[in-house]
């Protein structure tokens, strides 16, 4: 949710800045004023292209955990049933997990082996780190840099006739991050620091 609310910033954003001194008195329709508004100015572009790259890579983010859970839940019943259940599970998987980190260790892609228990253990492990990494990143992260995009629209930006509603975007991405679990939580539990 909080990529697609940054991604639906950037145009709202590319449009108030463009039209900004259109219409104003001794602003002709050929200057470079009229023309780009307030991407004139260095600042302004380069911050909006940060807003885009926090989107895309929150997108991605999202995404590429999104496709590690459809490949666990693949192969989580035949893993399930060759582990077996409850502590006969938990002590089966020790050798899968070894076997993992050698693979690892020796620079190997666990999800290359033949053993489902292998792939399997190794894709929890890493679902269980990116998910709250994700959750934490594209939330908090996510709300800060959506507070750019407001403040980018000027006084403008925090307005009920804003255009892409952007200030009610922001306040639901901060919300999101109380919603998606308390961003403390995901930092507490998978030891995920500020440069996640």
């Given at each position: 949710m909080g990529a697609g609310?940054?991604?639906s910033a950037i145009e709202p954003v590319i449009r108030y800045q463009r039209t900004r001194f259109r219409g104003a008195a001794g602003v002709e329709e050929t200057s470079p004023r009229y023309q780009q508004g307030l991407q004139m100015k260095e600042d302004v572009t380069e911050r909006l292209a940060d807003v885009w790259a926090t989107a895309e890579a929150a997108a991605s983010?999202?995404?590429?955990?999104?496709?590690r859970f459809d490949e666990l839940e693949l192969i989580q019943d035949e893993a399930k049933a060759k582990l077996g259940k409850g502590r006969e599970m938990l002590k089966n998987m020790k050798a899968p997990m070894e076997k993992a980190a050698a693979i690892l260790a020796a620079g190997g892609d666990p999800l290359a082996d033949e053993d489902v228990t292998v792939r399997y253990v190794y894709l929890q492990a890493l679902?269980?780190?990116?998910?709250?990494?994700c959750k934490l990143w594209n939330t908090g992260h996510g709300a800060d840099v959506m507070r750019q995009a407001v403040s980018l629209m000027g006084g403008y930006g925090i307005t009920e006739d804003c255009p892409g509603f952007l200030?009610?975007?922001?306040?639901?991405?901060?919300?999101?991050?109380?919603y998606e679990g308390p961003e403390?939580?995901?930092?507490?539990?998978?030891?995920?620091?500020?440069?996640?």
């Amino acid at each position: 949710m909080g990529a697609g609310s940054l991604m639906s910033a950037i145009e709202p954003v590319i449009r108030y800045q463009r039209t900004r001194f259109r219409g104003a008195a001794g602003v002709e329709e050929t200057s470079p004023r009229y023309q780009q508004g307030l991407q004139m100015k260095e600042d302004v572009t380069e911050r909006l292209a940060d807003v885009w790259a926090t989107a895309e890579a929150a997108a991605s983010l999202g995404f590429d955990i999104s496709r590690r859970f459809d490949e666990l839940e693949l192969i989580q019943d035949e893993a399930k049933a060759k582990l077996g259940k409850g502590r006969e599970m938990l002590k089966n998987m020790k050798a899968p997990m070894e076997k993992a980190a050698a693979i690892l260790a020796a620079g190997g892609d666990p999800l290359a082996d033949e053993d489902v228990t292998v792939r399997y253990v190794y894709l929890q492990a890493l679902c269980n780190i990116l998910c709250p990494s994700c959750k934490l990143w594209n939330t908090g992260h996510g709300a800060d840099v959506m507070r750019q995009a407001v403040s980018l629209m000027g006084g403008y930006g925090i307005t009920e006739d804003c255009p892409g509603f952007l200030f009610y975007k922001w306040t639901d991405m901060q919300l999101d991050a109380t919603y998606e679990g308390p961003e403390a939580l995901p930092r507490a539990a998978g030891g995920v620091g500020e440069g996640a």
